[in-house]
C-alpha cells in the first residue's frame, strides 16, 4: 500500500459529524512501513484528534519511533498542513528535512518539509541545562 491509498483509507473513516471535514493521514517509518490516522471529532471540540496524532500512535503503538515521511489529505479544495500541535508531534519523531506532502479533495498538493511547516520547533535541545 502506498501512503496516499493509507491516508485515502484512514480518511474513509474519519469521524466528522460535527464538521463534516475529513482528514487522513498517513506516516512512511524509518523501517518501511506505513501507519495511518483519520481524524476523530467529539462533540466537545477541543477533545477531539487529529489524523496525524492517530498516525503517530500508531506507528508509536507498532514499536516504531521515527518518521521517514508524511502525507495529509483532506476535503479542502486546496491542501492542508498539520495544525501547529501535529507539527511540534510530527517533529518530535521526525527531523527537519522530513517531506510531508499535503493534498486537497482535487488533487491539488503542496509539499514542504517538517523544517518549512515549523522553523524554531521546540526540541530536547532547548531542555538541556535545566
Known sequence: ???LKAAQSAQKNAYAPYSGFRVGAAILG??????SGCNVENVAYPEGTCA???AIAAM???GE????EVLVISDSASPVSPCG???QKLVEFG????VVTMIGRNGARLTMTLGDL????????????V
Open 52 to 54: 496525524e496524532a492517530g
Open 1 to 3: 500500500m502506498t501512503l
Open 85 to 87: 500541535g501535529c507539527r
Open 30 to 35: 524509518r523501517s518501511g512501513a506505513i501507519f
Open 65 to 68: 519511533r521515527r518518521i521517514a
Open 118 to 129: 515549523l522553523p524554531g520547533a521546540f526540541s530536547e535541545e532547548h531542555l538541556k541545562g
Open 60 to 62: 508509536i503503538n507498532a
Open 95 to 98: 527531523s527537519t528535512d522530513v
